[in-house]
């Protein structure tokens, strides 16, 4: 049974540029999660999405965007990149549960920005 | 609004000794609370989870948390740390908005484990 995989492991871009970040969640799983994990940082929650639907988002900027697709996988989308969006950004995925869902890891994509 | 608030920011213990890394919680509710592990450069693991049943909570690698509520805590230990335990450690709490679930992390525990 495959986790949540993540692509691509690594990124570099430049300031102003985009990008996208792709998720798979774990076989059964239906909802997705983005975290953003500065260094030595905890993670930050960016926006959860459930049934292709943004359902709830943190306190980052429209420059955050995402996108689920119908067999539950997901991307974030980044746009006019700043030198602060180098971190790690790690994809979750639960059962849509409520209070009582269980949130698994994939490995991240770790994003510099020079 | 929920939140954690782990008390030490790194831990050291020497192999073979007992490990207590320590977060209180805050919520309006009662809560679901978890920690997770973070080894170098890899993702976030599950280390358990406590969603208002035992208040004694058993994880992966011989790790249990309390929940106790009126002191606010769920403390992590373990028994007897091995060098494979040197990781940074998430106190974790589920808020739920109604439509949807997020979690908020604590600012993190590193443990390290000496010979």
């Known amino acids: 049974d495959a986790g949540v995989t993540q692509s691509p492991t690594h990124l570099i871009k430049t300031r102003g540029q985009q990008v996208t970040l792709r998720c798979s969640p774990k076989?059964?799983?239906?909802?997705v999660s983005w975290y953003q994990q500065a260094l030595g940082q905890g993670p930050q929650f960016i926006f959860q999405?459930?049934?292709?639907?943004?359902?709830q988002r943190g306190n980052f900027p429209d420059r955050f965007s995402g996108h689920q697709f119908p067999n539950y996988s997901s991307e974030l989308n980044v746009n006019a990149l700043l030198l602060g969006d180098s971190a790690l950004y790690l994809c979750?995925?639960?059962?849509?549960?409520?209070?009582?869902?269980?949130?698994?890891f994939g490995p991240g994509t770790r994003l510099l920005v020079l | 609004a929920q939140s954690v608030t782990q008390l030490d920011s790194h831990v050291s213990v020497s192999e073979g000794t007992p490990v207590l890394l320590r977060c209180n919680y805050s919520?309006?509710?009662?809560?679901?609370l978890f920690w997770y592990v973070q080894h170098p450069n890899k993702g976030l693991q599950l280390l358990l989870k406590?969603?208002?049943?035992?208040?004694l909570v058993k994880g992966i690698n011989g790790f249990e948390a309390e929940f106790k509520k009126s002191e606010t805590s769920f403390h992590l230990t373990k028994p007897s740390a091995h060098m494979s335990d040197a990781a940074e450690y998430f106190c974790?709490?589920?808020?739920?908005?109604?439509?949807?679930?997020?979690?908020?992390f604590g600012t993190g525990t590193r443990l390290q484990v000496t010979l």
């Open positions: 979750a995925s639960s059962s849509y549960g409520g209070v009582l869902e269980t949130q698994y």
């Open positions: 076989s059964g799983h239906d909802t």
């Open positions: 999405y459930y049934e292709e639907e943004e359902r």
């Open positions: 919520s309006s509710y009662s809560p679901s």
């Open positions: 406590y969603t208002s049943a035992a208040t």
């Open positions: 974790v709490v589920t808020a739920y908005t109604g439509t949807a679930s997020k979690l908020t």
